[in-house]
């Protein structure tokens, strides 16, 4: 069973390469491998847009509305992208930074939105060799705590900046850990920044950049520390998007409407360089998978007839009452697309059944939904689903050249198992911590996720792989009972069916696991008034107590007051709940939760 109501419903062609699994035993220990050939021919990440250049300088590569809430697209070709570049270079490389332009080593800090500039800019400092460090646009927003931009800038040791608006970041410019740095703007150029135009008006300068070089400086999340710089060579970001590749027999060059952030592995590399590697399209989405800034996607989605479609869960929670609603949007959707995917975190089966429900009704078939795996320090992605699925929640089997160790976790139930991983995508290690770099990495040289995983079918490994939670996350109560925080969200948000975007899981050291839930709040429009609603999530959760064990059943929920903060961190620019975060600023509703005597807008479940 997998989770769709008519499960003997034929797919749309997701143009897959065959499925290939080599399977090693080492005791109780499994390693598993991805034997499909892989191309290694381009190990820069110029490469590609040299190629296509070349190849089909006419096609579009980057397309965005040029303001917001404009009619039309600005384009660029893949002709004049690879001018544009060689000229940025230049410019980039004759900056006047005290030491020198921009050159090997030498990182450029990014601080900008998703836009054509930014792409542009960012490829032609890698092609210096000099590396792109891109830090989320909510470090430097006016209004932020630029706090967490001066431990960035600590850590990444910038020789330039570029914004693609002054006036937005202009609190962070006028900061002193950024003093004396040159800046490039794209707009509203304060008095000495340079000008995107002035930049791009020079000489040309050619590649230069090398596959060991450093592209790329990403910082971690911070969910579990402080952030740290992941080192992502050339050959790491160009493989990577060549080992993707490889899992598809597709000729067709991909089309995509997206908006994962450049700052995190997912968007820059999953998505913006593996749509240059294949010679794609992407149409830069500004909108964000949050109610109330949703509005812009579903706008570019009736315009733009995909052929993937990429999205963290929360967006697709979005999405889907979108595609319910409304018939000629569906239309569109599922006009050309083969293959759906969600990453960032685990989806809801609810959601992808209420999808592939839609997609039924449309086009009369299904179109399979696929999940990568891994982590920024993974290129990102490590694992996928490159099958026929319709089943939330799968990890997928190693990309094309991948190994995956899976090791027994101590303690824990026989089958469920700590993800290592070994692959050309993966980091060499953190920038100046070699201390950390080392400790990443076991004896037999498996980067270390701190994720587990189950097998599907404990004697089948070719079924792939479930995700089973963050071995970080995961706590234990008073009385010693294991709680498995990230398998407990996804069910709870799925039992609920509808009314919560998110939930966040507490407990550690108490008698009981407690919920605390973000509402949607177009959902809970059509559910009705908020005693009606209150119903809807304790039926939810009562249905999810009677099937659950132990450390699966929920004690107490309560139904947070308006939805997470995206600002001070706690609703990540990827969309999904950082749960430490969320826990540490809210003390408050964490005592009500487990309050002696609760009051009224606690739930309590026996």
Known sequence: ??????????????????????????????????????????????????????????????????????????????????????????????????????????????????????????????????????????????????????????????????????????????????????????????????????????????????????????????????????????????????????????????????????????????????????????YIDAGQPVTGRFDETIRNLREVATTYHNMVPAGWGLLVGELERDHALAARFFEKVRVLQYGGASMAQSILDRVQAVALRTIGCRVTFAAGYGATETGPTACNIHWLNARSGMVGLPTPGTAVKLVPVADGPPDKFEIRVKGPQVSPGYLDMPEASAAAFDEDGFYRLGDAAKLADRLNPSAGLVFDGRLVENFKLANGTFVVAGALRVAAVSAIAGAVSDAVVCGEGQAGVGLMLFLDPKACLRIGEPEAVKAAVRAGLERLNSLAKGGGKVTRALILDGPPDAASGELTDKGYINQAMARERRPAELARLFADEPDDGVMVFS
């Open 1 to 282: 069973m997998d989770g769709t109501q008519e499960t003997q419903a034929p797919f749309r062609d997701a143009r897959y390469a065959p499925r290939a699994l080599d399977v090693e035993r080492r005791g109780d220990v499994l390693i598993l491998r991805n034997p499909t050939p892989y191309s290694k021919t381009v190990q820069t990440v110029t490469a590609p847009l040299v190629r296509w250049a070349s190849q089909t300088p006419h096609r579009v590569w980057l397309a965005e509305r040029p303001a917001a809430g404009a009619e039309g697209w600005r384009t660029v070709t893949y002709a004049e992208a690879a001018d544009q570049v060689a000229r940025l270079a230049g410019g980039l490389s004759r900056l006047d930074s005290g030491k020198g332009g921009l050159s090997r080593g030498k990182p450029l800090l990014i601080l900008a939105r998703n836009g054509i500039d930014n792409a542009l800019v960012g490829y032609a400092a890698m092609s210096l060799g000099a590396p792109i460090a891109p830090v989320s646009p909510q470090y430097g927003l006016k209004g932020a705590d630029l706090s967490r931009l001066a431990f960035a800038v600590e850590r990444l040791k910038p020789a330039a900046v570029y914004v693609d608006d002054a006036e937005a970041f202009a609190d962070a410019l006028a900061a002193p850990f950024l003093a004396g740095l040159p800046v490039v703007a794209s707009r509203n150029a304060r008095d000495g920044d340079v000008g995107f135009e002035t930049l791009a008006a020079g000489d040309p300068v050619p590649p230069a950049c090398r596959p060991d070089d450093v592209a790329k400086l990403l910082l971690t999340s911070g969910s579990t520390g402080l952030p740290k710089a992941v080192i992502c060579t050339h050959a790491n970001v160009a493989l990577n998007a060549a080992q993707i590749a490889a899992c598809y027999e597709d000729p067709d060059p991909p089309v995509l409407v997206n908006s994962a952030p450049w700052s995190h592995s997912l968007g820059a590399n999953a998505i913006l360089h593996m749509v240059l590697h294949r010679g794609g399209t992407l």
